[in-house]
């Protein structure tokens, strides 16, 4: 990858630290800064297809030496996500967010037309260990969170 940018920090914020990941490579897609070129454009065509897996481990002991997930680069992760595929389209232009009908975890039911951030495809944030996707504000208002296989192509 030629004038491909990386980011190089001397030191860390305590999460960074701590947290059970290594970090986030390319999964930005989108050229948000005119200065900086995102991966994933720069590096697609060398894929055997334009898709990326995102599997989470839902009972890992980081601290035994377990895998916490795995981000699998043009192809489906079948070994660890189930077989069936649903693709959903971008909500919003340039970011990591479809539009839901509604979900169902355990016993809980929500039938609403809602945006969904694919939250840890975009950010870094404490809840990244916990949390896969979130609708917006039903997730944070319950307290509800869970994790899935994701696949996506761009």
Not at 28 to 53: C, I, R, W
Request: proline share 6%; with cysteine; hydrophobic share 40%.
């Amino acid at each position: 990858m030629n004038q491909q940018q990386f980011g190089v920090a001397n030191s860390l914020g305590p999460f960074f630290g701590t947290a059970p990941m290594d970090g986030i490579f390319g999964l930005n897609g989108f050229n948000e800064y005119p200065n900086l070129n995102a991966p994933m454009p720069s590096v697609k065509h060398f894929m055997d297809k334009q898709q990326f897996t995102v599997w989470m481990n839902r009972r890992v002991a980081i601290s035994k030496g377990a895998i916490g997930g795995y981000i699998t680069y043009g192809a489906y992760d079948k070994t660890n996500c189930e077989p069936q595929i649903y693709y959903a389209p971008l909500a919003v232009a340039n970011r990591w967010i479809v539009n839901i009908a509604g979900f169902s975890i355990g016993s809980f039911t929500r039938t609403a037309n809602e945006h969904v951030r694919l939250q840890c495809l975009e950010t870094a944030s404490q809840d990244i260990k916990h949390m896969f996707f979130r609708p917006y504000p039903t997730l944070v208002q319950h307290g509800l969170v869970f994790q899935k296989g994701f696949s996506t192509i761009f």
